[in-house]
Structures are given as C-alpha cells and as structure tokens.
C-alpha cells in the first residue's frame, strides 16, 4: 500500500553542522526549498546551539543525538547507542533516516535496520563489502556523477540518485553591500578574487605561485578561514612574501558577503586540487561571473573549457599562470565567459527541482 505524500518525517545525520560547507548548506537549503512539499525534516549530530534559530528558520527540527561507528573493542557503547536510537525513532516516529556521511555502520542506521526503516545516504566515500552502511543504505543521492563514481562501480550502482544542485537564489537576488570595506579597485587593473577554506586541498599555493609569475599587472583577494592561524595559512602568507607580492595579494578572513565580493571582483578564481563539486562556483556562474577553475570532481560538468569559464589541470602553476594573463588581457572573454555562465546557470539551475528529486527519493523508500 502506498503511503499519502505528506507528513514523511525524515531524520538526516550530520557529522558536525558548520554553514562553511557545502554539505551543511545543502541541508538548509533542502529545509527552504521543501517548505511546500509537506516532509517533516529533522537533524541530529553535533550541532550547535547557536544555529538552532536558522534551522528553526527552514523548518528543520533538531533531535539531539549522534551516532557510534562500530568497532569491536566498543561493542558495549555502541549497543547502548543503538537502543537510544531505537527509542528516539519509535518516539519521533521516523520514517526515512539520511546518512549525511557513510561511517563505519553508524548505530542510527543498525536501529533503522532493526525497526525496518529504509535509510538513504549522501553518495562518496569508500564502497567496502566490510563496512555494513553499505549493505544497510536503500538508496545514494549525488549531486553529480562524479561524486558517485566509485558506488557507480560497484554492487550498489542501481542504489543511486542523481539529485542535482542547490543554490540558495534569494540569498544572491537580495544580497546587500560590503559587510566590511576591501581594497580599492585600482583603474585598467584586473581584481581576481579567491574564496574558499585556507586548506592545501583548495589550490592557494597554486595560485600564488601562478600570480607571482603573471605579465600583466593585476591584484589578487584571498578570502576565507583565518588567515592568523599558523600551518597553511602562514605557508601562504611566507610565499607571498617570498614572491614580492604583499602589495598586490589582499587577504581576508571568512565573511558573510561573499555575493557582493564576487560581484566586485573581474574572474573568481578556484584552483582546487581536490573537490565535487563547489558550491561558489555554481554562486558564481549565477551572477554571471568569469571563473577560472580546475579539471576535478564535477567542476568539468560545470565549467565548459572556453565556453562557461576556463579549466585548467590541477596543481599546474604554468598552465594557471598562462590563463590569468589570457583573460587579465581580455575583456571580449571575460565577457563571453560571464554571459555563457549566467545562461547555463539560468537554463540548469534550479533548487526547486533538486529538493523535489530528494523528497522524491524519499518517498520512493517509504512505498
């Protein structure tokens, strides 16, 4: 028998809920662009109080809770853990559980099992025969192919659900002005701009580098993180020095106005060395912004090379250093590449569609 389309109630757990990434923005977003589609969306893991207003704000309830991993040697905790779970889903009556992160057959997802609770999961991460979420989870949402390549490889191929991307459009249509004032932008120079966390993962040392060598003179903002921080943000900071280029190089911590910077900014630059598929890239192509960016993840089902933006390989100075220069020296392109990428972004984006491919997919569990 087929359950009515309203009132599902979904737990979805979260390693740890930090709005600097993308996972834990697309769990808002899935609350405000749901809203109308009549799911009872809930969230557990570790979470702070101090986001409990916003996630009020898109009709997420919190279940105050987390999962154990199982192991051996905590076999006695992780059974504890699983009867609390048992409790708390019969008690909020649970009727779909979505794994943000597949973890070592987390203790949610064995009482899932256990009461016959279908459980969804967000694709990546290893596939083994050892691990039992693999063997538990009914069915994987990827927001892109790339993300689901190894499952796309493996027993569990059929399991997954390509569900697409979410783009919070009203934070970009009403986005307000600087938070804080930037440097001035200096007349006939190019103003390339990164924004991301200051991880080696990101590329910045790439990028620096590569603007170290450019011909054409230029300025480049470096925003995200903390940049007081030792290890790599001083790594950074140490090459920038090196290279003479502390006149030219801005650095900014994390702000809120990240749609105002890009809209000031001439190319967004993501050298990423390892990614999915960024978020502010998609924030970007919807303002109609020239980005530069790198042949991983799902960023090539994004950016077509020379014709939405510019790809260049990962962890490849010259090859970046060649592309600045090209599109310092090019307005024609930065134009092409703006108006190229607000088209694509108007034709393939859409966060409606996406959280009704989830809500789909979780009803398709519940059948």
């Given at each position: ?305 020379n014709e939405t933006g510019r790809l260049v390989p990962p ?41 009704e491919n989830y809500v789909d997919g979780y009803r398709e569990?519940?059948?």
């Amino acid at each position: 028998m087929k359950m009515e389309q309203q009132g599902l109630n979904i737990l979805i757990e979260i390693d740890k809920f930090n709005t600097k990434i993308g996972s834990t923005n697309d769990i808002l977003d899935l609350g405000l662009y749901s809203k109308d589609m009549v799911i009872n969306l809930n969230l557990t893991g570790k979470i702070g109080a101090e986001f409990y207003p916003l996630l009020n704000e898109r009709g997420i309830a919190v279940i105050p809770g987390h999962s154990r991993q199982y192991s051996r040697l905590g076999i006695i905790n992780y059974l504890l853990s699983t009867l609390k779970w048992l409790v708390r889903l019969k008690k909020h009556k649970i009727q779909v559980i979505h794994l943000n992160y597949v973890s070592w057959g987390p203790s949610l997802a064995f009482a899932a099992k256990l009461l016959g609770i279908p459980i969804a999961a967000r694709a990546g991460g290893e596939y083994s025969k050892r691990n039992y979420s693999c063997r538990w989870i009914n069915k994987y949402f990827a927001i892109c192919k790339s993300q689901a390549a190894e499952l796309l490889n493996s027993p569990n191929k059929n399991k997954v659900s390509i569900v697409g991307n979410f783009v919070n459009r009203t934070r970009i249509e009403e986005s307000g002005g600087l938070q804080s004032p930037i440097v001035p932008k200096v007349s006939g120079r190019i103003r390339f701009l990164f924004l991301g966390q200051l991880e080696k993962r990101k590329g910045i040392h790439v990028l620096v580098n590569a603007f170290a060598n450019m011909t054409t003179d230029a300025d480049l903002l470096l925003v995200g993180g903390n940049w007081t921080l030792d290890g790599y943000p001083e790594e950074i900071k140490s090459l920038i020095q090196q290279h003479g280029i502390a006149d030219k190089v801005h650095l900014y911590n994390h702000r809120l106005d990240i749609v105002e910077l890009l809209r000031q900014c001439d190319v967004f630059v993501l050298p990423t060395i390892a990614d999915t598929m960024p978020r502010v890239i998609l924030e970007a192509m919807c303002i109609g912004k020239c980005i530069i960016s790198t042949t991983v993840g799902g960023i090539p089902e994004l950016i077509i090379d020379n014709e939405t933006g510019r790809l260049v390989p990962p962890d490849d100075i010259d090859a970046l250093t060649m592309v600045l220069d090209e599109l310092a020296n090019s307005k024609e392109l930065r134009d092409k590449f703006e108006k190229n990428a607000r088209v694509w972004a108007e034709t393939n984006i859409d966060p409606y569609h996406t959280a009704e491919n989830y809500v789909d997919g979780y009803r398709e569990l519940v059948v």
